[in-house]
């Protein structure tokens, strides 16, 4: 059973370009959401997390949106750059009760010059 | 993450051979994870441990067995593998009651059973 679904699946945008990768989760009971960027050959690695108190948090060019009503976030890359050429993953958790993430499927993003 | 360290980081071995992949943290956490990756499937939890004494299942634990011989070392096994166990495993660490539940993950380890 996928708990979070991520798309799409695969993600080609110019360099200047807006990346928009989006999730959506089942458990109401989720209340972090991370997300995690990996290079090729690497671990995975926390690049932006929110809690549903909130609807946005913004690091730099890196936005989470949050809209709990329709159990959805999404992650937006502004300006992108081909240093952000990765594969991004979408997480949720239900903290202090299972405390373990669920990650999404992945999303493979090239930037091009 | 130079803190998380996983060996061997490439292994090819042949149906029915058992395996053992290794996992060594000097973050001081208390949590650890096994997860595999493959493609399209994301990241999958397999095992995890909250301390030396505390071991449980994941979505995908059938065919796999661990080890936390202490704070710092967590082991994933392959008592026999099979081919559709080919994938790239990773190994990661957590702190436990921490005020965001960032997980640090290794290197991986590709491996392929042929």
């Known amino acids: 059973q996928q708990q979070v679904k991520q798309s799409p699946q695969s993600l080609i945008v110019q360099k200047g370009g807006i990346s928009i990768i989006n999730c959506a989760y089942e458990?109401?009971?989720?209340?972090?959401f991370p997300w995690y960027q990996q290079f090729p050959g690497k671990g995975p690695a926390l690049l932006i997390a929110?809690?549903?108190?909130?609807s946005e948090k913004k690091e730099g060019r890196f936005t989470i949106s949050f809209n709990k009503s329709a159990k959805q976030f999404s992650l937006h890359i502004m300006d992108s750059q081909p240093g952000d050429s990765a594969t991004y993953f979408c997480?949720?958790?239900?903290?202090?009760?299972?405390?373990?993430?669920?990650f999404g499927t992945g999303t493979r993003l090239q930037v091009f010059p | 993450d130079a803190d998380v360290t996983q060996t061997p980081r490439n292994r090819i071995t042949k149906t029915g051979k058992r395996i053992m992949l290794e996992c060594s943290q000097t973050?001081?956490?208390?949590?650890m994870y096994w997860y595999r990756q493959d493609p399209g499937l994301g990241l999958r939890l397999i095992y995890y441990?909250?301390?030396?004494?505390?071991?449980n299942k994941g979505e995908i634990s059938d065919g796999y067995s661990v080890s936390r011989q202490a704070q710092a070392k967590f082991s994933l096994s392959l008592e026999s593998a099979i081919p559709n166990q080919t994938a790239l495993y990773f190994c990661?660490?957590?702190?436990?009651?921490?005020?965001?539940?960032?997980?640090?993950f290794g290197p991986g380890t590709r491996l392929t059973v042929l």
């Open positions: 990661a660490t957590s702190r436990a009651l921490a005020s965001t539940d960032t997980q640090y």
């Open positions: 458990n109401t009971a989720f209340d972090y």
């Open positions: 929110i809690r549903p108190d909130v």
């Open positions: 997480a949720a958790e239900s903290r202090g009760n299972t405390d373990k993430l669920i």
């Open positions: 973050k001081g956490h208390d949590r």
């Open positions: 441990s909250f301390d030396v004494k505390d071991i």
